[in-house]
């Protein structure tokens, strides 16, 4: 099946910085990528929805200045949580469409941030 | 609001047939069933997807009746490494699966 991967898996950062998690599909051309939040023992929480080479459109209640999310080509999104703080610590996913047509949507590994 | 409804957990043994029940009383002429199985800190893996009746692949077993209000996966001989937690999603495959909805999911746990 089609592969989606996230970098990094996971990583540490100081409150108040920013970070950046990439998501790219690796064979196939995404027009739409998807990106969730998970805490544990909990179920995923769809946060954006993003269309290459459009603005994301952000679901209720999520900050679009803080979670900043960049589409800029067919196979690449970034997610950057910007001026990050502990309560942001989570599991983030992404998840990638063929579009219309496609059969399903594909994961990616996830990636756990950690602010201390 | 979640689109589907599951147990929220299900316990088997080494070698049973599990049955997982997903609702979806309002489904769409144009949403797909999806299974999803997720293990901890990864992301969902893709099991099984169908629109009507039944699909099979060499993983699971997907029934679905007439109505489509519901779904039921079918996990044959389970085995330790099926310990994980089980998503059923409904979406529309022709808008690329926009906004799909992640309900509670089922935590199955398998003993030996």
């Known amino acids: 099946g089609a592969v989606v991967s996230q970098h990094p898996s996971w990583v540490i950062c100081k409150s108040g910085t920013s970070v950046k998690i990439e998501c790219r599909s690796l064979d196939f051309q995404a027009t739409t990528m998807f990106w969730y939040r998970q805490f544990p023992k909990q179920s995923l929480m769809l946060m954006a929805t993003s269309n290459e080479g459009s603005k994301a459109t952000y679901e209720q209640g999520v900050e679009k200045d803080k979670f900043l999310i960049n589409h800029a080509s067919l196979t690449l999104s970034t997610l950057t949580v910007t001026s990050a703080h502990p309560e942001d610590s989570s599991f983030y996913i992404c998840?990638?469409?063929?579009?219309?047509?496609?059969?399903?949507?594909?994961f990616g590994e996830g990636s756990w941030l950690t602010v201390v | 609001l979640a689109k589907t409804t599951q147990p929220i957990s299900m316990d088997s043994y080494e070698g049973q047939e599990v049955n997982i029940t997903c609702s979806h009383n309002n489904i769409a002429t144009n949403d797909y069933i999806t299974w999803y199985q997720q293990f901890p800190s990864q992301g969902p893996r893709f099991i099984i997807q169908?629109?009507?009746t039944k699909v099979t692949n060499e993983v699971a077993s997907l029934f679905i009746p007439a109505d489509r209000k519901s779904s039921t996966l079918s996990l044959p001989r389970v085995s330790l490494s099926d310990t994980a937690v089980y998503y059923c999603l409904v979406g529309d495959r022709n808008t690329g699966f926009q906004k799909l909805v992640f309900g509670t999911g089922t935590r199955l746990l398998v003993s030996p």
């Open positions: 998840s990638a469409s063929l579009g219309q047509g496609g059969n399903t949507i594909y």
């Open positions: 169908g629109y009507k």
